[in-house]
Nanobody, 124 residues
Framework: AQELVESGGGSVQAGGSLRLSCAASSITYSTYCMSWFRQAPGKEREGVAS????????HYLASVKGRFTISQDNAKNMVYLQMNSLKPEDTAMYYCAAGAKSCPSLSDASYNYWGQGTQVTVSS
C-alpha cells in the first residue's frame, strides 16, 4: 500500500486557486511531520510548506507565504495545501512528504516518505 497519495492538481489561470490533498497511512501520519514540496522542470526540489501535526506549527517558503496554507485533518490522516493567487512560477510537480525528525522543516533531506506527486500548471 502507498504510504502517501496526493490528489487535487490541475491546470488553472494565474490568480486562481487549487487545493491539494495528501492521504497518509497511519505509519506516515504518526511521524508527526507532514510537508509539501515541489519541483519544476530543470529546477531543484524545494520545500513549500511544513506542518508539525501535534501542535499545528507551520513553516512556509517565503514566496508562498500569505498565498498558501497547509492544514490537517487528524481524524482522516489527511493534509491539505490550499493554494490561492497562483502564479505561473508555481507551476511544478507537487509532492507530499512525511517523517522529518525536526519539524517543521523545508529540507528534503529530512524526509523518509514521499508520494508520487500531482502536477500543478498555472498559465498566464
Amino acid at each position: 500500500a502507498q504510504e502517501l497519495v496526493e490528489s487535487g492538481g490541475g491546470s488553472v489561470q494565474a490568480g486562481g486557486s487549487l487545493r491539494l490533498s495528501c492521504a497518509a497511512s497511519s505509519i506516515t501520519y504518526s511521524t508527526y511531520c507532514m510537508s509539501w514540496f515541489r519541483q519544476a522542470p530543470g529546477k531543484e526540489r524545494e520545500g513549500v510548506a511544513s506542518l508539525y501535526t501535534p501542535s499545528g506549527d507551520t513553516h512556509y517558503l517565503a514566496s508562498v507565504k500569505g498565498r498558501f496554507t497547509i492544514s490537517q485533518d487528524n481524524a482522516k490522516n489527511m493534509v491539505y495545501l490550499q493554494m490561492n493567487s497562483l502564479k505561473p512560477e508555481d507551476t511544478a510537480m507537487y509532492y507530499c512528504a512525511a517523517g522529518a525528525k525536526s519539524c517543521p522543516s523545508l529540507s528534503d533531506a529530512s524526509y523518509n516518505y514521499w508520494g508520487q506527486g500531482t502536477q500543478v500548471t498555472v498559465s498566464s
